[in-house]
């Protein structure tokens, strides 16, 4: 039986929670280290090892460094582990700086300048954003037998109908209630970020009737190129579908929490970005 | 001085208890909380409508009580009142989230505790070992799992939902739907009986076993459900059971100030919240010991047992995990009433114009009242505060881990039960330090 383990670095434990719902590994894979759910001081060898969570604090930063001498393989799962996450927020000025001021407390681990995804510090061998990922991709990693299928982006796992005759002149509010069934977002006037998202969620969001925040970062097209690239894919579809003014689009696509891209924006901007070679992204 | 430090595992997020002993005396007991994440500055000049997006990112295992407290919250700021049928909505969301949360409390996080091992997973249900019998893995993640269900129908998805907007909900549950989670439920309800049957006789027998059950000095109580048929999604707050008599303090979120007492700690990531210096126990005890009627009938039989068994309010600590199994049978059997009721209505939310100001959105999570408290201007978030309820109980916490200390802590030695007991302390609690610290 294939031994795993869950390091949980700072985050949600969303992650973990959604793992907990795949119960399909239970009698087929032999979890030794999650401290979730499992009373275990230290980490055993694995063969595979998931990382949630981003590296905040520096016990984040000793654990991590430890845990991956153990593993064979090693699994940055979800998006603040893969990205940065919500956790990019903070790595505005004006923010960084108050809630460092406010963080210093005694005996409690040091908080690092900024919070980073792990392949800062580590090789990892597969990314899998989602925020968080769902029971299924969490199964897909750990059988890595190659079965999992999956469309390209979002917007093809939706099902929602898009109509040529629908243009809206604008984008309605992010929170507005009221949601036409089965008719695409953004004919609806949502600002809905599918068309670019990599797909694989089955896509909750947008069949729920709320539009896709890009929690699994950029589609493979997407991956290994700059952040403008990924703005100019959104817009560009927007320009075909809705009669939108693009400067509307571009000022929401901005507002730095949306982000749209949500979280993990920063991470892939300019130059500083770190590119993930699609083949590693499930 | 000498300095015990004991890390916590099978709860939510990262702590560890610190005792600090001199010359074979405790002298104090603390909980450290040690992550840290900031998220009342991450979502400062956020568009005030992505919050309902954004907060449930502040635990993964809350995340249904953040995104309907921060629904709240925006539409307190924007006077909009959603139609009944959201509230209808909601509040099975909220039921999702405690069944959910109980039982993951009950069978992943505690009941290793009973049994003597590390892990649910560990225990092998497989006929060749025996343990068909109770299958007590298997069951139990099937309970659990029919909670995350019932969030993913009523809430879009089980983690970080997404179906309570401004107003209302994105739309409502189709009969054929609804018909279909009423099914799953009832199947699941005597499961999840039997279950917190086989919880309470052993968790019985470990308090025979062990002679006490920890703190059980009184204490005064906080949560924001009614003593009849109770509503998790919250209403007003209530203090009782303090000195002074029975209920000390009643008051709407607005006022959360002027009764509770914050103050932030120097050896923790996470404050602590008293009521004027007393100190309060938030959770399913809280709850156990204010409602009289839950308003359903199998809910109800273990609430009249629970009370006549331990009287009321009862103090002992592990009566926490008790009152969790009543609520996982009481989520159950209350979801299966809201889905026989007409949820596929066309109109499931009110159009609503923005504004700025205050506002507060409370809810009761499984761990007590929350508070999402906003400041609005230019439509972005000026100021956010959210009053967490696990940190209502770390002075309750630590009261409980300085019993405990001093009982396991002799001079000449310190006993191997310490461990355990401080584990059983703080799980009883069902601290969730991703939302007390947030």
């Known amino acids: 039986m294939k031994r795993f383990a869950v390091l949980q670095l700072s985050g949600c434990a969303g992650c973990e929670v959604s793992l907990i719902n795949a119960d399909a590994w239970v009698d087929r894979y032999h979890l030794v280290y999650m401290p979730l759910v499992v009373s275990a001081y230290d980490m055993p060898e694995v063969d595979i090892l998931l990382v949630s969570g981003g590296v905040r604090t520096d016990e984040d930063l000793h654990m991590l460094r430890r845990a991956v001498r153990r593993a064979g393989r090693v699994v940055a799962a979800g998006t603040c582990s893969v990205s940065g996450g919500v956790a990019n927020l903070g790595d ?25 995804p792990i392949d800062r510090y580590v090789d990892v061998d597969l990314y899998l954003p989602g925020c968080p990922p ?25 099902g929602r109908t898009k109509l040529r005759d629908m243009k809206p002149q604008h984008l309605v509010g992010f929170q507005q209630g009221k ?3 089965d008719i695409c977002l953004i004919n609806q006037g949502y600002l809905c970020v599918g068309s670019s998202t990599r797909g694989g969620c089955r896509a909750p969001c947008p069949r729920a009737g709320h539009p896709c925040v890009g929690c699994r970062g950029p589609s493979d097209m997407l991956i290994e190129r700059e952040s403008a690239a990924w703005f100019t894919s ?28 949500l979280f993990q924006f920063a991470d892939y901007a300019g130059d500083e970005g770190r590119k993930r070679p699609k083949e590693k992204v499930l | 001085m000498a300095t015990i430090m004991i890390p916590l595992s099978r709860v939510e997020g990262h702590a560890r208890v610190v005792i600090e002993v001199r010359h074979g005396e405790v002298v104090d007991a603390y909980f450290q909380a040690t992550e840290f994440r900031g998220f009342e500055y991450f979502v400062l000049d956020a568009p005030a409508e ?22 709240k919250a925006l539409e307190d700021i924007y006077g909009v009142e959603p139609p009944p049928v959201a509230l209808q909505i909601r509040e099975l969301l909220m039921l999702g989230q405690l069944l959910q949360n109980q039982a993951t409390s009950l069978f992943i996080f505690t009941m290793p505790d009973r049994l003597g091992i590390d892990s649910i997973f560990e225990l092998d249900d497989s006929p060749a070992s025996g343990g068909e019998i109770t299958r007590i893995k298997t069951r139990a993640l099937q309970v659990r799992q029919v ?9 879009g998805q089980f983690i970080h939902p997404i179906k309570a907007v401004i107003g209302g909900v994105t739309s409502g549950i189709p009969a054929e739907a609804a018909e279909t989670m009423y099914q799953e439920l009832q199947w699941a309800l005597p499961i999840a009986m039997d279950l917190v049957d086989y919880y309470w006789e052993s968790s019985l027998a470990m308090g025979e076993r062990l002679g006490t059950w920890g703190d059980d ?22 203090v009782f059971g303090c000195e002074e008599g029975d209920v000390c303090a009643v008051f709407p979120p607005s006022r959360y100030r002027e009764f509770l007492t914050m103050e932030p700690s120097d050896y923790s990531y996470a404050g602590q919240t008293s009521f004027h210096g007393q100190v309060m126990r938030a959770n399913s005890l809280a709850r156990a010991n204010l409602v009289r009627d839950l308003g359903t009938p199998r809910a109800n039989e273990y609430l009249r047992r629970f009370h006549t068994a331990f009287g009321r309010p009862a103090h002992a600590i592990m009566l926490f995990d008790l009152a969790r199994g009543i609520e996982l049978v009481y989520a159950i059997e209350r979801a299966m009433q809201l889905l026989e009721m007409p949820l596929d209505e066309p109109e499931t939310s009110v159009p609503y114009r923005p504004r700025d100001g205050e506002g507060f959105g409370l809810v009761e999570a499984p761990r007590g009242p929350l508070i999402h408290h906003y400041r609005v201007e230019d439509g972005k ?26 009982r396991y802590v002799k001079p000449d030695r310190v006993e191997l039960e310490l461990e355990a007991a401080v584990g059983r302390v703080v799980r009883a609690f069902d601290p969730c330090i991703a939302c007390a610290t947030h």
């Open chain 1, 92 to 116: 505005r000025d004006e923010v960084r700086e108050l809630f460092l001021a406010e963080a210093n407390r005694h005996r409690v681990p040091r908080l690092l300048p900024k919070s980073h």
């Open chain 1, 134 to 158: 769902t029971p299924e991709l969490f199964m897909a990693v750990l059988q890595a037998d190659g079965t999992f299928k999956a469309s390209k982006v979002v917007c093809q796992e939706c």
């Open chain 1, 179 to 181: 949601v036409l069934p």
């Open chain 1, 234 to 261: 959104i817009k560009r579809v927007f320009r075909s579908m809705t009669e939108i003014p693009e400067e509307e689009i571009d000022a929401a696509l901005r507002t730095p929490q949306l982000a749209l891209f």
């Open chain 2, 50 to 71: 992505q919050m309902p997006v954004i907060v449930p990112r502040i635990c993964g295992v809350c995340s249904t009580a953040h995104h309907v407290a921060s629904v």
């Open chain 2, 147 to 155: 909670g995350t269900h019932l969030i993913t129908l009523a809430g």
């Open chain 2, 217 to 238: 000095a009184p204490a005064c109580y906080i949560a924001s459900v009614e003593a009849v048929r109770p509503n998790y999604y919250g209403e007003v707050i209530r």
């Open chain 2, 381 to 406: 978030i000026a100021s956010a505060k959210f009053v967490i309820p696990t940190v209502h109980n770390l002075l309750a916490i630590e009261r409980a881990l300085r019993v405990a200390a001093k």
